[in-house]
C-alpha cells in the first residue's frame, strides 16, 4: 500500500503510486476545447478547476483565444508548457481521436473525454471510440471515458466535472458510470458535513473501467470506503478477483442498476437472461466481499457508518432513547438486521437506575422518558460503552422542547470519544432542528440518520462487514486458494461428443460426467430388446429405460420412459413397446436406441447446473431438486472458480443444504460428496469453454458415506467449429 | 358520511357528527393543571392552544393563579364558562380521577389526559386507569390517554399538545400509539410543504381506541388518508371489521412496531408466540386493505402520494429523465413493485422526436439528457400523460447548471394540471437546491422524492391501493358475506370430547373433524388383535396402525406406527409387536388400544392449522405439509370469518396453491375441497371459543372432484371447566 502523507496532497504534489493518480492529484491539467461562454459545459470544467484551491497548473487550450478566465490560453496542446500530466478533452467527437493524438504526442500520460457521441450512439461512434483506446494504449496514455464527467478529488481541490457543488473532504470515494448520479449525490450531501475523498465518472469505459479505479482508490490512504454505482461490469473474473483482495481491508458498497427487465432495458441493449445475470452479479459481490445496497439513499447511509467506524466485534447493541416507539422501531430493525439487544449488566443498569428519573426504563432499549437531557445522554452512552455487555450503542433523541438537540450531540461526541473502540451510531428524528446537530456529529465521525431503521441499519452492515471481514481474514489466501483447489482436478478431454449436435442428453453425456468422475447410475445403450436384456441383466434389476434419440426433447411425453422394470421378460416387452409407441407419437424420429439404467435408490432429490454468463464465466447452481426446483427456486450460485469452503456456503444458503444436515432426527446426508460434484462441474466447465450448459437433474444424495447418483444429465455445448479447446 | 363545510371548520364551528369530533374542533377547552412556569408541559398545551388560530375558548384551571398568557384562570372546572366540550387534564395521576369526576360532574363531554402514572407504572397505576375508565362512563363521557400528548387539527388550529411545531393544513390524518413519533414526523415534515388534517396520540388506550379514532376519521372529509403508528390492536376483531368498511374509500397506512422479538421488547411485555401474533396482524391487516408499511419515512412518502392521488387506473408507467442513471434505478423500483414501463405510442414518440434533442432516448425512460429545460418537461410530460399507453407519468430531474429546477417544478405543476386524471409523482435528486421546488409542487398536490426508488415506490403503492380497492369495489357486502358464508355451516357439538385433556391426538380429534364433515381415511379403535384384524378387513387393505395413548406424544419414535399391512395376518402380527415394543420402551405408557386406519393414497401434502389468537381470534394456516412444512414455512394466513374469495386468495398465496393448480402438466387438484376443509376448520373454531389449536398434517388432497382426505390431527382444547360452550 502506498502512503501519501498529507502534505504532499496540500502541497499539490503527488508520488503519482498509482497510474491512475494523475487523474486525481495531477501536477497541472490542461482543458481542450475550454470554452469563454459560461453556458458551455468547458467553462464550467474550467471555472471548476479554478475554485476549489487545487494549487497545480490549469492550462485552456483554445486556439481562438489569449484567456479565458484570467488564464492564459494556448493554441494547442503541444504548446502548453510543464507541469502537465493530465489532458481533459471537450472537443467535438470527431475531432477527439486527432486531440487525444496530440496528447500523447506531448507526453501526457493521462486524458479525461468528457465528450460524447462515442459507443452509445452506434457503429460509427463506436469506431471512433475504438480508435481513442488505439491511440492511447500507442502511446502508454490512461483514458477516463469517453462520455463521463470527469473526476474530482476533494483533498486536491482538483475538479474536472462541472458539476456546481465541491463535497468536503472525507473518507468516501465514489465512482459512478452514471454522471448524472454524481451530480445529485453531491446535491443531497451538500450542507450535511458529510465529506468524500474522490469521484470518478467512468463514461463508457473504453480504457480505465470500474475494476481499475478500485484497484487505485484500495492503495488511496484517504479513502476508507469505496462506493460505486454501477450498470454493467467490464471484465467480470479480474472484478471478482480485485474486490476480493480489496474487501478484507475496505469495504466496498455497490448499487446496481438494471436489475430488473425495465431497468435493464433502462440501461443496455442487453439481450440474454436477466435472471441469470443477476445471479451472477448476486454471486459476484458475495463471493468478493462486495456489500450490495439496492437504494442510493442507503449507499450514502451504510457508506458513512462504514467511514466512521470503528467496526463494532460483535451484535450485541445498546438503545438509548428518550421515546419508546422510535426505540421499538429501531429494535425491529436491528434483529431483523441479525443484531441483538441483550439487558445491561447489573452494574450498568444499577449506575443508571441511580443516574436516572424514577420512570425510566431500564431493560434494552434504555428509555431516559421526554425529559432526558444532554447530561443524561453522557452519562448513559458513557456506561453502556464502558459496558463489556455491549458492542455498540444507538442513542435515539426526538427533539423535547426543554432539550437542546445540538448540545445532546456534542455529549453522545464526548462520551464516544472517551470510548473510541466502540461504534456509536445515532437517530435524531427530524429535519431543519436536527442540520446543525448532524454536522456536530459528523465532525465527531459519528453518522447520524433521522429515522430509526436507518441508523439500525447502518449498524446491521457494519456488523456484516466486520463478520465478512473476519470470515477473510481466517480465510487467509481464499483467493488463490479457490484456484488451486479447483485446478487440482486434472483436465479431462470430452469424451465421445457427437460432431453435429449442441444439446446433449443423458446418452451422450453420460460419459463426459464420466470423466471427470461423477458417479452415475450404470447404464448401457441398446439397439434391441436382446441387447437391453444383456444390458439389465449385467447391471442388475430394477432398471430403468430411456428412449435416446437427437430428436426428443421431452423423453416421458413421447412415452420414452419406463421405470421400475425387474425381470428381462420385463425388460424385453418394455423395450418393444417403447419403440413402438414413440414411433407411433413421433414417427419421424431418429432412434439411436434405448438407454438401460440401473434404477437408482430414493434419497434427497438435488439439482446440480452450470450457465456460462457472458460477463462473469461459469454460473455454478445448486437446490432442491425434481418438481420443485420450478415451484420452490431453492436455489443458491457461484461463479466459478471457488473453494471448498464457497461451495459448502453455496449449499448452506439452501433450503436443500437444510435438508441435507438432517432434519428432525433424519441422518445428514454425503454433502462431502455433493460438494464434489458441484466443484467437478465447475472444474468441466473451466477446463471446456464452449461447454454452455449442464444440468444434472435430479442428483440424488444419500446417508454420510453413501456417494450420490447424477440420474439425468442434460448439456449443451457449442459448435465444434467454436471450440478451440476440445 | 358527514358533510363539514370548509366554513364551518373556519369558524370555528362544529356539528359534532362524531362522537369524537369535539377531540378536534371543541367550541372550547379548559386545560386542568395549567402552569405558569414556562419548563412546564401545561404551560406548552396552553401556549399552543393559543398560539395557532383556534377560535374557541381557552380556559386555563389553576386555583393557583389569576391568569395565564394574558386568559383568566378558574379554580376549579366546575367554575368555567360555556362553551366548554373538551378538558385536558395535565395533574399528578392519583388525582386524575377527582378531576374527571368534576369534568363529568360540569358535562364536559370529552376529556384528554395527558398524565402518565397509570397502567404503564404497575398495578396500582391500573387500579387508578380503570378508575379513569369508570368515572367516564358514568358521565358519558369519552377519555382519550391517559399517558399520551394530545391531539391537534389543523384545519380548527386546536392544538392540546406540547409539541412546537403546527402542520399546514392537509390530508393525511395520523394516530399514533406513540407521542414521540408524532413529535419526530412533525419536525421532520415542518418547511415540506406537507399537510395534515388531524394528529390524536392514544397514550393508554383506557378508552378510546385506534379503532374508534379510524372510524371518526373515516368521517373527516379533510382527511383523505389515515396513518396509524401501532404497537398493539386493542379489539382485533372490530379492528377488522372497521377497517374493512373503511379501506374501500380511504387509504389506511399502518406501521407496526413490536415485529421482533427486542423490538416486542421493547413495547410490551407480551409473553405469546411472536411469530403467532405478527402472522395475525399481517393476515388482519391484509383482509381488511390496510397497507402495512415497515418504516416511517416510507409510510409519509406513501402517504402524501395517496393523498393527492388521482389514483392510477393501470399499472403503466413512463419515466422521463435529464439523467440515465436514476431512470434506471427507478426502472428498477417500478418493476419490483409489481408497474410495468411499455414504450410510448408511436404518435406520442414521432412528437417527442420533434420535439426533443436527436440525441435523446426514446423508448422509456425517455431521457431528455443533461440539457432538458423547464419546456422540455412540459411538452413531454403533456404528451406523456395524453398518450392512452400509460396511466401515470413519473418526472425525474438530477439538478443541472444551467436548468432551474423551480422552474422544473413550475413546468411539471402546469403540465400536471392540464391533465387531471392521471398521477404525476416526481424525483428531484438533492436537498437544498430542491427544497423551493418541493414545496411548489405539494403546493400542485404532486409529490416530490429525493430519490428514485422512493417515487417509484410511491406509485407502487398508489396502485397496489388502487388494485386492492377495485378488487372489494367488486366484491361488494365482503365484510358481511364473510360472516355469512362461514355461518352457514351449522353448528355441531364436540363430541366425544375426553374430559381429562388438554392435548388430544388423533384417535380423539377424529369424531371432531367427521362431525364437521370433514374426510378422513376410514378407521376403528382396536383394544385386540382379533379386532384389528376385522376392522382393517371392514374397511380394506392396506392399513396402518397407529398406537393411541395420553402419554405418548412422538409414536413413531416409539414405535408406535406400522403402515402398508396387507393382510389380517399382518395386522395380527404388527398389533402384537407394536404392543411389545411400545411396553418395552415406554413402559408406563397407559395403551387405550391402536387405531386401525385406511392407508391413504398418494397425493399432495398440505397442512391446514388453527391457533387461537388472543387479539384476532381463530388464526388459521394453510401451506405445504409433511416434512416440507419446517424446511419450507411456504404458509399462509388468515383471521376467521371470511369468505370463500379470502380462502382462495390464502390458498393462492403460496407454493402449495401453485402446486394444486397443476404444475408442468399435471391435472389440477381439488381446490374446492381443500379450501372447504379450511373453512370447516375456521367454523369449528368459531363455534368452540375453548378450542385452542388444531393441525391437520398432512391433509392429503387429489384431483379435482376426487376430494381430500385429512390423515393425521392434533387438537389442544381448554380444560372443560373454561369451556362454557362445550
Not at 484 to 500: C, F, H, I, N, Q
Given at each position: 500500500m502506498t502512503v501519501n502523507t498529507p502534505s504532499d496532497h496540500a502541497s499539490g504534489l503527488t508520488l503519482h503510486a498509482s497510474?491512475?493518480?494523475?487523474?486525481?492529484?495531477?501536477?497541472?491539467?490542461?482543458?481542450?476545447?475550454?470554452?469563454?461562454?459560461?453556458?458551455?459545459?468547458?467553462?464550467?470544467?474550467?471555472?471548476?478547476?479554478?475554485?476549489?484551491?487545487?494549487?497545480?497548473?490549469?492550462?485552456?487550450?483554445?486556439?481562438?483565444?489569449?484567456?479565458?478566465?484570467?488564464?492564459?490560453?494556448?493554441?494547442?496542446?503541444?504548446?502548453?508548457?510543464?507541469?502537465?500530466?493530465?489532458?481533459?478533452?471537450?472537443?467535438?467527437?470527431?475531432?477527439?481521436?486527432?486531440?487525444?493524438?496530440?496528447?500523447?504526442?506531448?507526453?501526457?500520460?493521462?486524458?479525461?473525454?468528457?465528450?460524447?457521441?462515442?459507443?452509445?450512439?452506434?457503429?460509427?461512434?463506436?469506431?471512433?471510440?475504438?480508435?481513442?483506446?488505439?491511440?492511447?494504449?500507442?502511446?502508454?496514455?490512461?483514458?477516463?471515458?469517453?462520455?463521463?464527467?470527469?473526476?474530482?478529488?476533494?483533498?486536491?481541490?482538483?475538479?474536472?466535472?462541472?458539476?456546481?457543488?465541491?463535497?468536503?473532504?472525507?473518507?468516501?470515494?465514489?465512482?459512478?458510470?452514471?454522471?448524472?448520479?454524481?451530480?445529485?449525490?453531491?446535491?443531497?450531501?451538500?450542507?450535511?458535513?458529510?465529506?468524500?475523498?474522490?469521484?470518478?465518472?467512468?463514461?463508457?469505459?473504453?480504457?480505465?473501467?470500474?475494476?481499475?479505479?478500485?484497484?487505485?482508490?484500495?492503495?488511496?490512504?484517504?479513502?476508507?470506503?469505496?462506493?460505486?454505482?454501477?450498470?454493467?461490469?467490464?471484465?467480470?473474473?479480474?472484478?471478482?478477483?480485485?474486490?476480493?483482495?480489496?474487501?478484507?481491508?475496505?469495504?466496498?458498497?455497490?448499487?446496481?442498476?438494471?436489475?430488473?427487465?425495465?431497468?435493464?432495458?433502462?440501461?443496455?441493449?442487453?439481450?440474454?437472461?436477466?435472471?441469470?445475470?443477476?445471479?451472477?452479479?448476486?454471486?459476484?459481490?458475495?463471493?468478493?466481499?462486495?456489500?450490495?445496497?439496492?437504494?442510493?439513499?442507503?449507499?450514502?447511509?451504510?457508506?458513512?457508518?462504514?467511514?466512521?467506524?470503528?467496526?463494532?466485534?460483535?451484535?450485541?447493541?445498546?438503545?438509548v432513547t428518550n421515546a419508546g416507539g422510535p426505540a421499538s422501531l429501531a429494535a425491529d430493525a436491528l434483529e431483523e438486521a441479525g443484531l441483538t439487544m441483550p439487558p445491561p449488566s447489573e452494574a450498568t443498569r444499577d449506575f443508571l437506575a441511580a443516574h436516572t428519573c424514577s420512570e425510566a426504563q431500564l431493560g434494552n432499549p434504555i428509555d431516559m422518558l421526554g425529559g432526558a437531557d444532554a447530561a443524561?445522554?453522557?452519562?448513559?452512552?458513557?456506561?453502556?460503552?464502558?459496558?463489556?455487555?455491549?458492542?455498540?450503542?444507538?442513542?435515539?433523541?426526538?427533539?423535547?422542547?426543554?432539550?437542546?438537540?445540538?448540545?445532546?450531540?456534542?455529549?453522545?461526541?464526548?462520551?464516544?470519544?472517551?470510548?473510541?473502540?466502540?461504534?456509536?451510531?445515532?437517530?435524531?428524528?427530524?429535519?431543519?432542528?436536527?442540520?446543525?446537530?448532524?454536522?456536530?456529529?459528523?465532525?465527531?465521525?459519528?453518522?447520524?440518520?433521522?429515522?430509526?431503521?436507518?441508523?439500525?441499519?447502518?449498524?446491521?452492515?457494519?456488523?456484516?462487514y466486520a463478520e465478512g471481514k473476519e470470515g477473510k481474514e481466517g480465510k487467509e489466501g481464499e483467493g488463490e486458494r479457490r484456484?488451486?483447489?479447483?485446478?487440482?482436478?486434472?483436465?479431462?478431454?470430452?469424451?465421445?461428443?457427437?460432431?453435429?449436435?449442441?444439446?446433449?442428453?443423458?446418452?451422450?453425456?453420460?460419459?463426459?460426467?464420466?470423466?471427470?468422475?461423477?458417479?452415475?447410475?450404470?447404464?448401457?445403450?441398446a439397439r434391441t430388446a436382446a441387447e437391453a436384456g444383456q444390458i439389465a441383466e449385467k447391471i442388475g434389476f430394477p432398471v430403468a429405460l430411456k428412449i435416446v434419440s437427437p430428436d426428443i426433447f421431452h423423453k416421458s411425453e413421447m412415452g420414452g420412459i419406463t421405470l421400475k422394470l425387474g425381470s428381462v421378460d420385463q425388460v424385453h416387452a418394455a423395450f418393444e413397446e417403447m419403440l413402438a409407441r414413440v414411433q407411433k407419437r413421433q414417427p419421424e424420429a431418429r432412434i439411436e436406441g434405448v438407454l438401460v439404467t440401473q434404477m437408482a435408490p430414493p434419497g434427497h432429490e438435488l439439482i446440480v447446473g452450470m450457465r456460462r454468463d457472458p460477463q462473469f464465466g461459469p454460473l455454478l447452481m445448486f437446490g432442491l431438486g425434481g418438481i420443485y426446483v420450478e415451484l420452490l427456486k431453492d436455489v443458491a450460485f457461484r461463479v466459478a472458480p471457488f473453494s471448498r469452503a464457497e461451495t459448502l456456503a453455496m449449499i448452506g444458503e439452501t433450503h436443500a443444504g437444510k435438508l441435507l444436515g438432517g432434519l428432525r432426527g433424519q441422518p445428514p446426508a454425503d454433502i462431502d460428496a455433493v460438494a464434489e460434484v458441484i466443484e467437478r462441474v465447475a472444474r468441466l466447465a473451466l477446463d471446456h469453454p464452449q461447454v454452455q450448459e449442464i444440468d444434472i437433474n435430479p442428483l440424488i444424495a444419500y446417508e454420510t458415506g453413501q456417494g450420490v447418483l447424477a440420474v439425468d444429465v442434460r448439456m449443451v455445448v457449442n459448435p465444434p467449429e467454436n471450440a478451440a479447446d476440445a
Open positions: 497510474p491512475l493518480d494523475a487523474f486525481f492529484t495531477p501536477t497541472g491539467v490542461a482543458v481542450i476545447g475550454a470554452s469563454a461562454n459560461p453556458n458551455k459545459l468547458s467553462y464550467g470544467i474550467l471555472r471548476n478547476l479554478t475554485s476549489f484551491g487545487y494549487r497545480g497548473a490549469v492550462y485552456p487550450v483554445n486556439p481562438g483565444r489569449d484567456k479565458i478566465l484570467g488564464l492564459p490560453c494556448y493554441p494547442t496542446i503541444t504548446a502548453v508548457p510543464d507541469p502537465l500530466d493530465l489532458a481533459v478533452i471537450v472537443v467535438p467527437a470527431p475531432v477527439c481521436p486527432a486531440a487525444l493524438h496530440e496528447c500523447g504526442v506531448r507526453g501526457v500520460k493521462a486524458a479525461i473525454v468528457i465528450s460524447g457521441g462515442f459507443r452509445e450512439v452506434g457503429p460509427a461512434g463506436l469506431a471512433l471510440e475504438e480508435e481513442l483506446l488505439e491511440i492511447a494504449r500507442a502511446h502508454g496514455m490512461r483514458l477516463i471515458g469517453p462520455n463521463c464527467v470527469g473526476t474530482l478529488d476533494a483533498y486536491s481541490g482538483l475538479d474536472t466535472t462541472f458539476i456546481r457543488t465541491m463535497p468536503e473532504p472525507g473518507d468516501i470515494a465514489f465512482i459512478s458510470q452514471s454522471g448524472a448520479i454524481c451530480g445529485g449525490i453531491l446535491e443531497w450531501t451538500a450542507g450535511k458535513g458529510v465529506g468524500f475523498s474522490r469521484f470518478a465518472t467512468l463514461g463508457n469505459s473504453a480504457d480505465v473501467t470500474e475494476t481499475d479505479l478500485i484497484e487505485a482508490l484500495a492503495d488511496d490512504p484517504r479513502t476508507k470506503v469505496i462506493v460505486a454505482y454501477l450498470e454493467a461490469i467490464k471484465d467480470g473474473p479480474r472484478f471478482i478477483e480485485v474486490a476480493s483482495r480489496v474487501t478484507p481491508h475496505k469495504p466496498i458498497l455497490v448499487i446496481k442498476a438494471g436489475t430488473t427487465e425495465a431497468g435493464t432495458r433502462a440501461v443496455s441493449s442487453h439481450t440474454g437472461s436477466l435472471a441469470g445475470a443477476m445471479a451472477a452479479y448476486n454471486a459476484a459481490f458475495k463471493q468478493s466481499g462486495v456489500l450490495r445496497v439496492d437504494d442510493v439513499e442507503e449507499l450514502f447511509n451504510f457508506a458513512l457508518a462504514l467511514a466512521y467506524g470503528p467496526l463494532p466485534r460483535g451484535h450485541r447493541v445498546a438503545i443524561d445522554y453522557e452519562m448513559a452512552i458513557g456506561a453502556l460503552l464502558a459496558d463489556p455487555a455491549f458492542d455498540a450503542v444507538l442513542p435515539i433523541l426526538v427533539p423535547q422542547a426543554l432539550v437542546s438537540p445540538a448540545a445532546v450531540a456534542e455529549a453522545i461526541g464526548r462520551a464516544s470519544s472517551a470510548v473510541p473502540d466502540k461504534p456509536v451510531v445515532t437517530c435524531f428524528m427530524g429535519d431543519e432542528a436536527v442540520r446543525e446537530p448532524m454536522i456536530a456529529l459528523h465532525r465527531h465521525r459519528i453518522a447520524l440518520y433521522q429515522f430509526p431503521k436507518q441508523a439500525a441499519r447502518a449498524l446491521g452492515v457494519m456488523w456484516r484456484f488451486t483447489e479447483m485446478a487440482s482436478g486434472k483436465r479431462r478431454p470430452l469424451v465421445g461428443l457427437p460432431s453435429d449436435r449442441t444439446h446433449l442428453g443423458e446418452a451422450e453425456a453420460r460419459p463426459v460426467l464420466a470423466a471427470y468422475d461423477i458417479d452415475q447410475p450404470a447404464a448401457g445403450l
